[in-house]
């Protein structure tokens, strides 16, 4: 449902409903992508807190990509240098390749490393 492929119509709101079900399931892949989709109210009603609970939950339990959503997070925050730092340390975390559950793929990290610098220039 998430990209309307394998015969499937795109559905934000089933997206969401099948994001959630894995993640109560034991899934740390779809507890971070139930996190982004609470962050950013996709197919569902916006709650940034419980979409950065997610997103913190999943990290702590191994996936790269939920560190990457929470490193792009706080970059919006360009104005606060404390949010700068945090994205930055989080975003190379995330790039780190310590992680079990890994969901990053090229464009993503490519972006990562193009927002870590931007954000070093800017101090």
Known sequence: YHS???????????????????????CVKSMAMEGLCLLHGYGVEKDE???????????CQGSDFAAYAIGLYFSKERHCSYKK????KILEKALSGN?????????????????????QSSD
């Open 4 to 26: 309307g492929k394998k015969g499937f119509k795109g559905d934000r709101k089933e997206t969401y409903k099948w994001f959630k079900k894995a993640n109560a399931a034991g």
């Open 49 to 59: 807190a419980t979409g950065m609970f997610h997103l913190v939950n999943a990290e």
């Open 85 to 88: 730092m945090l994205a930055c």
């Open 99 to 119: 992680y079990t559950h890994k969901q990053l793929v090229a464009s993503d990290k490519e972006k990562a490393k193009a927002l870590i610098d931007k954000l």
